[in-house]
């Protein structure tokens, strides 16, 4: 079955600043990718998503890129604010069977 | 508010107590989950019902036992848990489509049910 995983596990940045959240799977036949934000106390809610035939996606201060061959892909937030404060969370899966999720990042945001 | 309601928000319960969690989704969604949610761990899928079908998880300890009466709601049924069993346990629904592989892939998730196994 897939594999997730998902670095750093903590990550501290200044307002203003960028993070950036880095996931690998391992089954090569996964071909959706989305991201969740889960804020203190409350649901994981998608933030952003990409599927296996395109590399990047933007919205707005987020962005998503994906490398196949590498099996990898990465969370880009840019210009950081602290309401972005939340554990995110990766995952990989073949359509929306059988979806794996990474451990999950747990970003604070200076102000 | 997403369209998926659970109830409990939180439970607590002796290792010999039986109790439900219940799901409920108003999103005419046809696929709903079961996640458990613990301390720096990934979210855990236990259970899946798609287009009216179970799919197994066998790593899932049989104190567990899911039922799904229809497409909107969704049961969890707890009988002699173990402390290592405390934890959120999320409920999750989505839309598929006929066939199973084709599908928005959203999961709406609800706000949990935060279980304590004393």
């Known amino acids: 079955g897939e594999n997730v995983e998902q670095h750093p596990s903590t990550l501290s940045v200044q307002e203003g600043d960028s993070a950036v959240i880095k996931c690998t799977y391992s089954?090569?036949?996964?071909?959706?990718f989305p991201w969740y934000k889960q804020e203190l106390g409350k649901r994981p809610q998608l933030i952003i998503d990409?599927?296996?035939?395109?590399g990047e996606k933007k919205d707005q201060r987020i962005a998503v890129t994906l490398n196949k061959t590498a099996k990898h892909f990465s969370l880009h937030i840019t210009e950081t604010q602290p309401e972005d404060s939340a554990v995110y969370f990766c995952?990989?899966?073949?359509?929306?069977?059988?979806?794996?999720f990474g451990a999950g990042t747990r970003l604070t945001v200076k102000p | 508010e997403t369209g998926v309601t659970q109830t409990p928000r939180h439970l607590v319960m002796g290792m010999t107590n039986k109790k439900s969690l219940k799901c409920e989704q108003h999103l005419g969604h046809n696929a709903m989950y079961w996640y458990k949610q613990s301390a720096k761990k990934p979210l855990e899928l236990m259970f899946v019902y798609s287009l009216e079908e179970r799919v197994e998880n066998n790593s899932v300890p049989s104190r567990f036992s899911p039922e799904c009466p229809n497409s909107s709601h969704l049961f969890l049924h707890l009988h002699t848990l173990q402390p290592e069993d405390s934890a959120l346990y999320l409920c999750?629904?989505?839309?598929?489509?006929?066939?199973?592989?084709?599908?928005?892939?959203?999961?709406?998730f609800g706000e949990g049910s935060r279980l304590t196994v004393l």
């Open positions: 990409i599927r296996s035939n395109v």
């Open positions: 089954d090569s036949a996964s071909n959706y």
């Open positions: 995952a990989a899966s073949i359509g929306n069977n059988d979806m794996r």
């Open positions: 999750a629904s989505s839309l598929k489509a006929s066939g199973g592989s084709a599908n928005t892939g959203e999961l709406f």
